[in-house]
């Protein structure tokens, strides 16, 4: 209420500060009309498409391009269309994903083996396999008994081969692919020769009227965790929207996608420029396909959108209405709008959880490279870690990743020493101002002995998860075996990027009160996530992260 108070106390001050404000804006000269775009050479086609569409909508808009160089510097008010290939994270602070780039494995709908590749997906080592031996086989895919003799095709486009190197790991003259003229070709290749493999764009799949998949051909999952079958979040293959937002989310393989970026030196403010790239995230998604790229997601352009309108819905501080002074409109209107405010607020704080844009700000971010993973540990999916010691006994924690999601914990909930556990039984519960997580073990043995120092200070596990916030030491009884289910520090950093992955779409399904802001903040154009991201949501979001993310990795 203070707050309350002080705001009205210091309005005056601020609607003069506005009127003072408008005068000054009555005298600028005008802006615009024309909107000039610099574009990278392979966007070239594209976006002259974009400009000629645009014009032709809006004839009083006029649009002109030009070429952008490798050592073009970004320019204050200029806007610049662009792959992911050519940013430089460095000079940008701005951009927005406008389009993608995706190529996809498939073979025929016919396919004797598709229902078990899409069991198990497939991966990067197994497509290599085929696409550098002369005498390529399923079993070299999929192993067992799938000895059936397969054909891999290509259509003639350098780019698209890179990027399969690229994924494969291959040098591009090691892939002994047969080539063929255009997608129509290959498609229908691939459709008449079911055991065959081809790859080609994404939107070549697709039907143009319907929006939907060619029946006669199936995209082959991608297996990105390796762990030798397609979990529930890798599974996105059902649609095109599907497919389209799981690439926007990174669930699909990076080497295999690209993205077509509008990109500024700062957010966009030019009423022309971002006329233009409200309507490249409406009408302009129609033009993508004609030049080989993929349309954004509806779940994607939303969060464009909610980038854009604020911006492009100034304040009108240049008059006034039915002979009212400026002053007085202005300091009606705000006082309306802190009352609905301070009402609404108050009736929907104890309603939903809620993230405070000063926390999405403030605090530090986190992603791969910012988890510590000391080498010589080994890490579980749990999000656990073992180290054995010289006595033979196992000491176990919770890693640094899981710590940095939940923040200063609050209590901890201990097993007694004696008590035997099997691996991925529930050993641990971790506790945050009521609201908690339970915990696998990555081992199986007998607890020998439990940290309790944990008990009087739970946030050692915070502040020291790989040394005095040690866990238990279990005494193991299938170490040898259960050893080689755990990763080593290089793996586990590698495995953590499907994690971000995961917690990302667990994330976007968050329901909260912020839900559409939130997801944009942390999601969009792979921003990061912000460190103690559940320590302010509710339980029941908690509940939600127990079952669905901790849960579902065993």
Known sequence: ??????????????????TSF????????????????????????????WAASYESQYPDKKVTISRMTSEMALAEGQLYLTTQAQLSSDALNWQMVIGHDVIVPITSSNNPL????QQQGIQARSLALLAASELPNWEQALGGTANAPSTMYLTDNEELSAKIANYTNLDKDAILATKLSSPKELIQTVQENIYSIGFCKLVDLINTDSKTFNEQISILPI????????????????????????????KYPRELSGEVYAVASSQPSQKNALEF?????????????????????SRAKTGNTQILTPLSEPINLSGSTSGLPLGWLLAGTFVIIILAIYRFSRSKRKKLP????????????????????PAGLFYDKSHTWAFMERDGF????????????????????LKKAGTKVHKGEKILTIIREGKQLEIHTPVSGIIKAQNQSLLDSPTQLNTSPYADGWVYQIEPLNWDREVRLLFRASTYREWLEDEFTRLKDFLAHAANANSMVFDHLILQDGGEITDQILGDLAPEIWDDFQTKFIDSAR
Not at 1 to 18: C, E, G, N, Q, Y
Not at 114 to 117: F, K, T
């Open 354 to 373: 809620t993230i405070g844009s000063e926390d999405l700000g403030m605090t530090p971010a986190m992603n791969e490279s910012s988890i510590e993973s």
């Open 277 to 297: 790239l409200n309507w490249l995230n409406g009408s302009g998604q129609e033009l993508l396909a004609a030049s080989g790229y993929s349309p954004l997601s």
């Open 223 to 250: 297996d990105k965790n390796r762990n030798g079958r397609l979990d529930h979040f890798e599974d996105i293959y059902q649609s095109p929207e599907a497919l389209s937002r799981g690439v926007w989310l990174g």
């Open 114 to 117: 598709l229902q078990e590749i």
């Open 1 to 18: 209420m203070k707050t309350f108070l002080t705001f009205f106390l210091t309005l005056p001050f601020f609607l003069l500060s506005l």
């Open 394 to 413: 196992v000491k176990v924690g919770i890693d640094d990743f899981l710590q940095r999601l939940t923040g200063p914990l609050t209590q901890v909930k």
């Open 22 to 49: 408008s005068i000054a804006e009555n005298d600028q000269p005008a802006e615009k009309t024309g909107l000039e775009l610099f574009c990278s050479p392979e966007l070239m086609d594209l976006t002259s498409n």
